[in-house]
């Protein structure tokens, strides 16, 4: 069993981004890798707790919220920065804690596409059209249309374009009516999904200030948070 250090999140900063008032384990070796130049690695800290739930597996319900968020929050930056394997790594990572949530898996599906893993990410958006959050997203549907004419499931895309004519009337493009058809070489006539940047793996570091805590035993940040000592 590894040593835990415990950092804990400055309060303020924890109700802020709505994170559960929990403390976050850190292993002492790899302290010096999360908590460096006055910042603290977001990802960082989720691998450590992934770790750390691996061999306290009865902590898992406690943490799972905090996972999540934090993943979600971790992607976010890494996804507008361009690193979009980093993003899906971390969206992946939260999924395994928080599967029926369908903000992360969206997101993740979006990773997905970026780095043009097509079937991948149509595994995906079909889960998502499966369980819509609410009537307004008639995005998914175009998205797994086009995924499955890719793919070669031109009935499947037919079949999804039509409910979405039946649920969004005004939203379906009229072009994107029609089930796609095939060329005169039998290929699927489609236009091809936008060419995503190219993905990057750099995890990045948030601002201590921000991220609201101190490296155990280390010197205190602007915004004060403290490390107990070693449990």
Not at 91 to 117: D, H
Not at 136 to 158: F, H, K, Q
């Amino acid at each position: 069993m590894s040593k835990w250090f415990f950092y804990e999140m400055n309060p303020v900063i924890a109700e802020q981004l709505n994170l559960p008032d929990l403390p976050f384990p850190v292993r002492k070796q790899a302290s010096l890798s999360i908590f460096k130049a006055g910042n603290v690695s977001l990802s960082r800290i989720l691998d450590e707790l992934d770790l750390y739930l691996k061999e306290e597996p009865d902590l898992v319900n406690a943490y799972r919220d905090a996972i999540g968020k934090l993943a979600w929050l971790e992607a976010m930056e890494s996804g507008r920065e361009g690193f979009f394997q980093h993003a899906a790594h971390y969206l992946r990572l939260g999924l395994e804690y928080q599967p029926s949530n369908l903000s992360l898996r969206c997101e993740y599906a979006s990773a997905l596409l970026a780095l043009g893993f097509h079937v991948e990410a149509l595994e995906e958006f079909e889960y998502l059209v499966r369980h819509p959050r609410k009537l307004s997203e008639p995005l998914v549907w175009i998205v797994a249309a086009r995924l499955n004419t890719i793919c070669g499931n031109r009935e499947r895309a037919g079949e999804l374009l039509a409910e979405l004519d039946a649920q969004f009337p005004q939203t379906t493009p009229d072009a994107s009516r029609e089930a796609p058809r095939e060329a005169g070489n039998g290929d699927v006539d489609v236009d091809p999904l936008p060419s995503p940047p190219a993905p990057g793996t750099a995890p990045r570091t948030t601002p201590s200030a921000a991220a609201g805590g101190t490296a155990p035993g280390g010197p205190a940040s602007p915004s004060a948070a403290t490390a107990p000592a070693p449990a």
